[in-house]
């Protein structure tokens, strides 16, 4: 993967994936986010959504421009950047306000540190 102003590779955002943050269990295969204790549906999120968690939980401390979380949620596909705040936004309302840092003028990254 390449980050950056390069284009992030489109295939890497096709392989399964699960992610467990904070007892929260998100998966490539289903919308539904899961109690990782109980098992029990939490809320549910879309593709760009678990796209950008993944990639972002996958490359903490990393900071992705808007444009890298444009291609990251939805590649190929033209989108504003008011897409990427609501879906920063929706992120961090099911993982945690503290999870997703936005660093002004530069972008965002995952916060592994709590």
Do not use: C, H
């Not at 999120?45 to 996958?58: A, E, G, T, W």
């Not at 008011?82 to 992120?91: G, H, K, L, Q, Y």
Request: charged share 20%; aromatic share 6%.
């Amino acid at each position: 993967m390449q980050l950056g102003n390069d284009t992030l590779e489109r295939k890497s955002l096709l392989e399964e994936f699960v992610v467990e943050i904070d007892g929260k269990i998100i998966s490539s295969k289903t919308k539904v986010v899961l109690d990782a204790e109980t098992g029990l549906m939490l809320t549910i999120i879309s593709r760009p959504q678990r796209n950008i968690i993944n990639v972002l939980y996958n490359n903490a401390g990393i900071i992705f421009s808007k444009k890298d979380i444009k291609e990251i949620g939805w590649p190929g596909r033209v989108v504003s950047n008011s897409s990427v705040v609501v879906a920063i936004s929706e992120i961090r309302s099911v993982i945690g306000n503290n999870r997703i840092i936005t660093i002004s003028g530069e972008g965002y990254l995952f916060n592994s540190l709590l």
